[in-house]
């Protein structure tokens, strides 16, 4: 299967244009000029867009890097309450006066107790198998998949990879392997030696990220979703990606052609 659709919103294309004008000023002050690493111009766009159409009282964002999502959400829906969660919150340049922030990973918040339109944005590259159980767990039912890989790209197992018949294998580095044995040693060793030592299995465990191929996985996550809509590319992007907003490149903007056409399948699932 190239691309899964499932009720998709009834978002037109005319909609979607008008607003790409309006996001062009907003993204004109966006903090970070230049966004290596994290989002660019099109999953900028969709997540505005997004936000917009479900404006989320609540919105948990896992994955802040140099907090140019964090400033795009805040910018977005002034009036929402934000959670920030990173599990290193040191490469931060914006840094927002009004979201909370958290080192903790997302499975281990209190979430017993938060608005029923809450909407969790994961641009964390944690599987996205796990993160769609635990929404699903805290009852968390708007999700946004910033990064989501197609066939054997990206670098964690993704919903297209699930639907598309891949699993994930990972291709480490053996200086990055090396390291996860010494982690794993050394947690070891402190638990021979320290009877009462709690092992930090998510410090090995994140860093494995390979995925054995199970067909089984995209039935249950489909049977657990109400919508399932890849936002579209701008322009063309491959026989993987849904319809384009603009069939040809005409598109005069102040940045480059290349940040245009950067794009992952941003993907919003509204769990059932
Ligand atoms: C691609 S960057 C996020 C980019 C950011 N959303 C933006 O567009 O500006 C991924 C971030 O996820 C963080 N990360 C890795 N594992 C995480 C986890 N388990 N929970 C939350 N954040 C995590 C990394 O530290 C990194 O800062």
New binding site residues.
Partial sequence: MKYFYKNIPHWKNDELIKSLDTFKKIYESRP?KN?I???QFPHMFATYFILKKINPSFVI?????????TWLIEKTLPDSKILS????LT?REYISKKAEYSNL??KYHDFSNIPHDTLVFF????SHYERLMQAKFFNIKNIIL??NYSESKGDFYSIKHSYQGFGFNHNYKFISLIKTLYLFFNEIIKKIFFKNYNISKDKII?RLKDHKINKNDFNNIEKNIDIYYEFPPIFFHSENSTKPMFENKNFEFEITKEELLNYNHITYIKLK
């Fill in positions: 970070i966004n690493g994290g989002m964002e896992s994955g802040v890097f140099r907090g140019q999502s969660i990173d599990i290193d490469n990973d997302f641009d964390d590259h944690v910033e990064d994140s």
